[in-house]
């Protein structure tokens, strides 16, 4: 997987992505209402995120919002959304990989397609169709979220994007901060003990599910001595602190999962 998704990939995607975000802020103007607010999930972040990662897997635009109301379903949690939609994405990945299959284009879904795993096994469909639904359905949701939960954490503390707005350079590091402080994965996916063990003073059975907790790994005192009372204020969340490690997607110095593409 690593092999078909690199950075350099992301990189050369980068003209494209400014081109639809500044499309996409331009029309924000005529998205607003009679009361002059504008709903920036809806107009921004969702059609940003969405056509990005369709584009980079190579799924074709005229079928974005199919794919946005199938990652609606799945945020939805509602069993009788995701027993329709789940079965109708699995056939539309597979008639998308044979499609490909016969003619490979520069995308992710057809290097997919060429790569082959450490024994020189190619990945069967089965596992090409999980790394697409794994990559759409996560790879927008959770950037179009973040987008929102950034916008809102900026507009509520206009010192710090006062300080962003006259040091641009400061950028890539309030991202980071963002991820921390209002990043959009909540929770990783269970995990299951294979063996009795501790942790932190509580024991864990053999086969007892782990529920690991991003956002409070993020807020954890011991890790940011002395800053517990302050997080509580508004007016005192800087936003270009360096982040040291945080596990908005991943565990930041010694990652156990590295993000794809990263």
């Not at 690199?6 to 050369?12: E, F, G, P, S, V």
């Not at 950037?143 to 040091?167: E, F, M, V, Y």
């Not at 690991?212 to 800087?238: E, K, Q």
Request: one cysteine or more; proline letters at 6%; a positive charge.
């Amino acid at each position: 997987m690593t092999r078909a998704f690199t950075a350099r990939r992301i990189l050369d995607l980068r003209p494209a992505i400014e081109q639809i975000a500044d499309r996409l802020l331009d029309e924000l103007p005529h998205r607003a209402g009679q009361d002059g607010t504008v709903d920036l999930l809806e107009h921004y972040a969702y059609p940003l995120s969405i056509t990005v990662i369709c584009r980079l897997v190579g799924i074709p635009a005229v079928d974005l919002e199919r794919w946005r109301e199938w990652g609606g379903d799945l945020v939805s949690m509602r069993p009788e959304r995701l027993q329709h939609s789940f079965p109708v994405m699995i056939d539309y990945c597979h008639q998308l990989i044979e499609q490909r299959r016969a003619a490979l284009r520069d995308d992710l879904l057809s290097e997919l397609i060429r790569a082959q795993d450490d024994d020189g096994g190619r990945l069967s469909d089965t596992e090409t169709v999980t790394m697409v639904l794994t990559l759409v359905l996560a790879g927008h949701e959770t950037s179009t979220h973040l987008i929102g939960n950034g916008t809102a954490a900026l507009l509520t503390h206009p010192d710090q994007l006062a300080r962003l707005k006259g040091n641009p350079a400061l950028l890539p590091r309030a991202v980071h901060e963002l991820m921390r402080w209002c990043g959009s994965v909540q929770v990783a996916r269970l995990r299951y003990a294979v063996e009795d063990l501790e942790i932190a003073g509580t024991r864990v059975a053999r086969g007892d599910a782990v529920q690991p907790v991003l956002v409070s790994a993020n807020f954890d005192p011991r890790h940011w001595p002395g800053r517990r009372a302050r997080w509580r204020s508004p007016g005192c969340w800087p936003a270009t602190r360096i982040s040291r490690s945080r596990t908005a997607i991943r565990r930041g110095n010694a990652p156990t999962c590295r993000a794809v593409g990263g």
